[in-house]
Nanobody, 122 residues
């Protein structure tokens, strides 16, 4: 099995910064895409940013130029640097590992972390 452990959430004032981390552990051979999603109260989970194994990054329009996703393949870890935070960024942020290839198992699977709360006060 695979575990995704997130850290780095918290409470910050508008205009501040936070850095989220997510480490994947288990009998992992490779991970295709690692990324971040978020879910605000009463809303559906939405895409924030992804980083593919080939190095391609994608961002939702509202976070471009403010958030930066990075990845350490050797550590199976993905980061999200969030700058110039706004109250509308308040949500639970979830890490996702997609296309995970495990030792001794055919096929690939997707996994989610437990989520970390980010609260931005105005």
């Amino acid at each position: 099995q695979v575990q995704l452990v997130e850290s780095g959430g918290g409470l910050v004032q508008a205009g501040g910064s936070l850095r989220l981390s997510c480490a994947a552990s288990g009998s992992i051979l490779s991970i295709n895409t690692m990324g971040w999603y978020r879910q605000a109260p009463g809303e559906q989970r939405e895409f924030v940013a992804t980083f593919t194994a080939s190095g391609t990054t994608n961002y939702r329009d509202s976070v471009k130029s403010r958030f930066t996703i990075s990845r350490d393949n050797a550590k199976n870890t993905v980061y999200l640097q969030m700058n110039s935070l706004k109250p509308e960024d308040t949500a639970v942020y979830y890490c996702n590992a997609a296309g995970v290839w495990l030792r001794g198992r055919a096929g690939r699977s997707d996994y989610w972390g437990q989520g970390t709360q980010v609260t931005v006060s105005s």
